[in-house]
């Protein structure tokens, strides 16, 4: 019992990793992967995971959030069961990657940030394979799509983006040696030119915020140099292939007349929405009067709006707000924005699309719950905590190695 959760913490993260094989041709072979691999390892040990991440406050507000939007399927105008049954597995599954996320970094959190550095270095390898793979067999200037599953040039664009994060948190540790530097350099330019191919313009500015607002609230010389100089690198090369430059700037001329078709068919049903299996495509009015079918709201906010009324809305807003506060006060606590701006990254990803209703796309285990999983474990390990002594108390119970590396890990993520 004792080897469980560090076999637990491999297969996690060997599931992880399994979320950039290219070569599987489809998405439901991850949640597969899931559900045969990483979710029989954790039934023995779910009790103390359970136990060690009940009394968080924003865990329960993601399962509010989550429940109401499954309620919300009941007052659809047409209810269909395996429609339903569906999106109930893939709440559930969430849910339970939110628990084993939060309560292994709680249980074993150097060695969970440890295998977060090695899946970086596999994701960035993965991308320039991706990348070689693509450009041999297509023009050099056709939009990079992806290759098996990750197919979606912004979902698998924004999965591949965080580790630009994590490359970049790392690159800026003192006294870190130089190969390592020049490893994790790599790795975040890499990623980069991997955003730059995609022409996803969403998971950009995404990144570019999500790296420059620490600065913006804590800022230092050095790493203001360093950014400069990759801003100038990046401007340079758009400069050198305007093509590229064309692409990110094109026009946007449908989004915003499907945000504001959504928001008329949302304000129907302010308080209680639509319902969550009603259906979320419209017809849109383009500015010169053509008509623009669409799927769906490309707006988070507004297809909580749609689908659950006022109080999916405002769950969704609370839960947000909560876990942005307990990231800052970690960040403020430790000097250490790594775990703020990957919710900042994730929140910004899904701000102008509408994939996290439950709808289980596979790329959202790492830009938006991974963040969120991480957000939990901090509100449960903040010292003045009112859930810190039952917390505690199950620290205690880990072995004596890993509960005396809690202090150095905090130390170690700290940014200079």
Known sequence: MRDQPQWLL?????FLASNFLFLIPHGKLIWILYAALVVPLSLPVLPQLWQAVKTSRLFWLL?????????????????????????????????HFLLLTAALR??????????????????????LMVIMIWYSTHPPDSRMEGLGYLSHPIRSTAAFGVFALVAWHHLLQPNLHDSR?????????????????????TVL???????????????????????????????????????????????????????????????????????????????AILADGSLFPYGDSHSFFIANLRSGG????????????????????????????????????????????EWELLTGKRESWIFLWLPFGLAISHELRQPHSLFHN????????TTTATSSSIGTDDMENTSP
């Open 10 to 14: 491999i297969v996690y993260y060997l």
């Open 63 to 95: 399962l509010v959030y989550m429940a109401y939007l499954l309620l919300s399927a009941l007052w659809s105008p047409k209810f269909d069961l395996k429609h339903f049954l569906a999106r109930f597995a893939g709440a559930a599954t969430i849910s």
């Open 106 to 127: 709680l249980k074993m959190p150097v060695e969970f940030d440890r295998y977060l550095k090695y899946l970086g270095f596999w994701v960035g390898c993965a991308a």
């Open 181 to 201: 530097r020049l490893g994790y350099g790599l790795v975040f330019a890499i990623v980069l030119i991997y955003i730059g191919l995609s022409w996803s313009r």
């Open 205 to 283: 500015l995404s990144l570019v915020t999500a790296l420059v607002l620490p600065l913006l609230i804590r800022p230092e010389r050095r790493i203001l140099t360093i950014l400069a100089i990759i801003a100038t690198t990046l401007l340079t090369t758009l400069w050198l292939l305007p093509g590229l430059t064309d692409h990110l700037l094109r026009a946007m001329p449908y989004r915003p007349y499907i945000w504001l078709d959504a928001l008329k068919h949302a304000l129907h049903h302010p308080w209680f929405g639509h319902g969550y299996l009603a259906s979320t495509s419209g017809i």
């Open 310 to 353: 006022i109080l999916a809305l405002g769950l969704a807003l609370a839960t947000i707000g909560y876990a942005l506060c307990i990231t800052f006060r970690h960040a403020h606590s430790y000097r250490s924005f790594f775990h703020f701006s990957l919710l900042i990254y994730g929140i910004l990803c899904i701000t102008p699309n």
């Open 390 to 397: 039952s917390i505690s108390r199950w620290m205690r119970s």
